[in-house]
């Protein structure tokens, strides 16, 4: 079983849809949970981190952690075409070095 | 300009050319990394480094090589590249004072092994 599982879609959503993104994990050590946008030909940006359990909202994102499922979601309210992208999960134990470890993406499209 | 570049963007060789990329940053971060993507299989760490003086092998290292000559330059060297090391290379850097957990990435650099 892989450290972290993500769908890889593609999803294709309506603008002004509810998009969720989701991953699981094996690794009960991990406590910090990111989520990390791509734009086509571009590299990675962070857009949202959580540490532990609960849910952390910053506009139209909210990010949430359940970490007795192993299960962590990305919620985008209102899309808009702007957010087409591959959004990646990525986590990591707490202390220690900084590795992290990533989902493999899924690759979002939001229709005008 | 880009405060994390990657030199050159893309890049065509042939099995068993010795091949090196090339990052530097303005951010002034002490930690530099080196990841790999590839379809299916997401972002891989290759080799991560915390100072000039501190190199450290991430998940899949083999058949890579880096060198920090600086604190802002680190680079990614092929020996003797193989097609299967055709990838989207990425270098990243992260500040140990600042936000935790955030990487910052260059554009990448596309590499295809003939």
């Known amino acids: 079983q892989k450290e972290v599982e ?11 849809a509810i998009v969720s993104l989701n991953c699981t994990y094996s690794n009960s050590a ?3 949970f990111m989520w990390y946008r791509q734009y086509s030909r571009k590299g990675p940006e962070l857009l949202m981190y959580t540490y532990s359990s609960g849910n952390k909202e910053d506009g ?3 990010a949430q952690v359940d970490k007795s499922s192993k299960y962590i979601s990305l919620f985008i309210r209102d899309s808009q075409p702007s957010d087409s992208a ?4 990525a986590m990591r134990p707490q202390g220690g070095s900084e590795k992290l470890v990533f989902g493999k993406g899924t690759k979002l499209t939001v229709n005008p | 300009d880009a405060d994390v570049t990657q030199t050159p963007r893309n890049r065509i060789t042939k099995t068993g050319k010795r091949i090196m990329l090339e990052c530097s ?4 971060h002490d930690r530099m990394y080196w990841y790999r993507q590839d379809p299916g299989l997401g972002l891989r760490l290759i080799y991560y480094s915390f100072d000039v003086k501190d190199i450290n092998k ?18 990614l060297s092929l ?10 290379y990425f270098c990243a850097t992260s500040d140990a004072r600042g936000p935790p957990n955030t990487q910052y990435f260059g554009p ?3 590499l295809t092994v003939l």
């Not at chain 2, 940053?25 to 002034?28: A, C, E, F, H, I």
């Open chain 2, 79 to 88: 020996e003797s590249a193989i097609p299967n090391q055709t990838a989207l």
């Open chain 2, 58 to 75: 991430g998940e899949i290292s083999d058949g890579y090589s880096v060198s920090r000559q600086a604190q802002a330059k680190f680079s």
């Open chain 1, 6 to 16: 993500q769908d890889p879609g593609p999803l294709s959503v309506p603008e002004g």
């Open chain 1, 60 to 62: 139209r994102f909210t």
């Open chain 1, 30 to 32: 991990f406590q910090y």
């Open chain 2, 108 to 110: 990448g650099t596309r």
């Open chain 1, 86 to 89: 591959t959004y990646l999960c």
């Open chain 2, 25 to 28: 940053q303005t951010k002034g």
